[in-house]
């Protein structure tokens, strides 16, 4: 395996936005360097000083995520400093020199993974915990919308108050959402229906097989426990998404009286993709005082989905 082919490899989550967090480029990429030695990998990066640290990990197609981490710990400060945490992270901040004024250069380690027959490009071997096939129907002459819970398996995504997890609170909004509005004869379709480990591309591709007419990404927001002030809805969404994102974000804010934190552009993987309209909600804190305890209930997380469910339907004129 060569460093070209591992950086091919290498995607960012869902919810990472290049333009905010501020990676500039992939520096080198080290490889073991005698046969037989730990697969480990080192990857690194030229970000600016107020950069937020990173961690990589292994997906389940065998690609490489790199993703802040959770919660976002901006380099340089206590905690941070070289020190290796069990998701892999190992950034040390001016251990390889500035690049340039205002950057710096970050080594992050990949732990060792799985043997060579089942990384980047290899036709063998495939995750115990990956998503069943998916059988698509037929698209032309109706509506479609593929609902994409964020997360899922072994991400469970945000982790806020009381281990309130985003992963549970995604997928259960998600079938709240498609059941209304298939009730509204609208056929739906869920990226996944069930906790198991699911990368980003094969959310796209089903979205494009299915010639889907709208995507919609839901997801929970976070940030410091020692934040319980931070509350809120946001909607992001980029290119074609604006209107159905305006439409949707709309519909909650009314719907569910949730603070209002606007509507925004992001280069989220799932929205540049695609080549319907898309959008990602941030549908609350898990990590927020009023949210965490709206979203943990069952009859608030009914309400979402209702409101979400009139976003999609004004947006499609049903």
Same mark, same amino acid.
């Given at each position: 395996?060569?460093?070209?082919?591992?950086?091919?490899?290498?995607?960012?989550?869902?919810?990472?936005?290049?333009?905010?967090?501020?990676?500039?480029?992939?520096?080198?990429?080290?490889?073991?360097?005698?046969?037989?030695?730990?697969?480990?990998?080192?990857?690194?990066?030229?970000?600016?000083?107020?950069?937020?640290?990173?961690?990589?990990?292994?997906?389940?197609?065998?690609?490489?995520?790199?993703?802040?981490?959770?919660?976002?710990?901006?380099?340089?400060?206590?905690?941070?400093? %070289? &020190? @290796? $945490?069990? =998701?892999? /992270?190992? +950034?040390? !901040?001016?251990?390889?020199?500035?690049?340039?004024? *205002?950057?710096? #250069?970050?080594?992050?380690?990949?732990?060792?993974?799985?043997?060579?027959?089942?990384?980047? %490009? &290899? @036709? $063998?071997? =495939?995750? /115990?915990? +990956?998503? !069943?096939?998916?059988?698509?129907?037929?698209?032309? *002459?109706?509506? #479609?919308?593929?609902?994409?819970?964020?997360?899922?398996?072994?991400?469970?995504?945000?982790? %806020?108050?009381?281990?309130?997890?985003?992963?549970?609170?995604?997928?259960?909004?998600?079938?709240?959402?498609?059941?209304?509005?298939?009730?509204?004869?609208?056929?739906?379709?869920?990226?996944?229906?069930?906790?198991?480990?699911?990368?980003?591309?094969?959310?796209?591709?089903?979205?494009?097989?299915?010639?889907?007419?709208?995507?919609?990404?839901?997801?929970?927001?976070?940030?410091?426990?020692?934040?319980?002030?931070?509350?809120?809805?946001?909607?992001?969404?980029?290119?074609?998404?604006?209107?159905?994102?305006?439409?949707?974000?709309?519909?909650?804010?009314?719907?569910?009286?949730?603070?209002?934190?606007?509507?925004?552009?992001?280069?989220?993987?799932?929205?540049?993709?695609?080549?319907?309209?898309?959008?990602?909600?941030?549908?609350?804190?898990?990590?927020?005082?009023?949210?965490?305890?709206?979203?943990?209930?069952?009859?608030?997380?009914?309400?979402?989905?209702?409101?979400?469910?009139?976003?999609?339907?004004?947006?499609?004129?049903?």
């Amino acid at each position: 395996m060569t460093a070209a082919r591992l950086q091919g490899a290498i995607r960012f989550p869902a919810k990472v936005d290049l333009d905010r967090l501020g990676i500039q480029s992939i520096s080198a990429i080290t490889l073991p360097d005698k046969a037989g030695a730990p697969a480990t990998t080192r990857i690194t990066l030229n970000v600016p000083t107020s950069a937020v640290d990173w961690q990589a990990s292994r997906g389940s197609d065998s690609g490489i995520i790199l993703s802040p981490t959770s919660p976002p710990v901006a380099l340089g400060s206590a905690g941070s400093s %070289g &020190s @290796s $945490s069990s =998701s892999g /992270s190992a +950034s040390q !901040p001016g251990a390889s020199g500035a690049s340039a004024a *205002g950057s710096q #250069l970050i080594t992050v380690i990949l732990p060792p993974g799985p043997p060579p027959s089942t990384l980047p %490009g &290899s @036709s $063998s071997g =495939s995750s /115990s915990g +990956s998503a !069943p096939p998916v059988n698509l129907p037929p698209t032309k *002459g109706r509506l #479609l919308v593929v609902i994409d819970p964020g997360h899922g398996g072994p991400d469970p995504g945000a982790v %806020g108050r009381g281990g309130l997890r985003e992963t549970d609170v995604n997928l259960d909004i998600a079938k709240k959402l498609s059941q209304q509005l298939e009730a509204a004869g609208i056929q739906t379709m869920l990226t996944r229906t069930g906790e198991y480990d699911f990368d980003l591309q094969p959310r796209v591709d089903i979205a494009e097989r299915a010639n889907a007419s709208v995507f919609v990404s839901i997801h929970a927001n976070a940030i410091s426990l020692d934040r319980p002030e931070m509350n809120g809805v946001e909607t992001y969404y980029y290119s074609s998404g604006k209107q159905l994102a305006d439409t949707i974000h709309r519909n909650i804010i009314r719907g569910t009286r949730s603070i209002d934190r606007g509507v925004r552009t992001a280069r989220f993987y799932v929205l540049t993709q695609t080549s319907m309209p898309a959008v990602l909600l941030e549908t609350g804190f898990v990590t927020g005082a009023q949210d965490a305890a709206n979203l943990a209930n069952p009859t608030f997380r009914s309400q979402m989905a209702t409101a979400i469910a009139q976003g999609i339907r004004e947006y499609l004129g049903r």
